[in-house]
């Protein structure tokens, strides 16, 4: 039986690391994937792959040790199906701002009569489809984010939805519905006690309490703060930073 690696390690009581594909190419998700990562996300939301790209990109992740993650655009039911029967083991669902949207996040996750998942698995036939349906809803991973000042004041509601495995927390929109800038807050801001109100709300609930980060230093310091699982920046976002260093580098300025 295809087990999800995520879970099992989170369920250890393991931290879990996660890279981040924001440019839609398979190459770069292969050596995130290679690189030791936990699990690997594909973006939908925010990045440039698409849903003619989504599958190639998963692709790249099978014989590795990475659990493939995806995020969706939208809370939308068809797409978070398709994304699982393409292979993602976990979803994450971006901008829920209540418990009503995150129970039908966690509905489109799982088969009745635990949810509204449409049985048709393709690619995830070869992974978790090998078993039941009822094995493949306790497989697979359902993680809403919050991301928003009102979702912030239902968390502890949000995260006692059913069928929610965890909180993936979006620093960048957080701070923005504060009124701040993103990456620009410091230790005792309303946007850092609004973050761990929400990691406090998933302990409570016993889910995995999940971060998004800019860096390995930033993903280092949400662990030690109590985070679960911290994503280290984006392929995009290392790759900018490095191809600016070396040329730097090159002409003498650094």
Known sequence: MTTNRLRELLARGEVAFGGWCSSGSPITTEILATEGYDYVCVDLQHGVAGPDTLLPTLLAMGRTGATPVVRVATNDEAAIGRALDLGAEAIIVPMIDDPDAATRAAAACRYPPLGVRSYGPTRSRLFLNQSSTDEVDRQVQCFVMIETRAAVEQAAAICASPGIDGVYVGPADLALSYGRTPGS??????????????????????????????????????????????????????????????????????
Not at 191 to 207: M, N
Not at 222 to 241: C, E, L, N, S, Y
């Open 185 to 254: 807050t410091g230790a005792d801001s309303d946007v850092e006690k609004a973050i761990e109100s929400v990691r406090l709300a998933c302990l409570d609930a016993g889910i995995v309490p999940a971060i998004h980060t800019a860096n390995g230093v930033e993903a280092r310091r949400r662990i030690a703060q109590g985070f679960a699982m911290a994503t280290v920046g984006t392929d995009t976002g290392h790759f900018r930073t490095v191809v600016a260093q070396q040329l730097r580098l090159a002409r003498g300025d650094a």
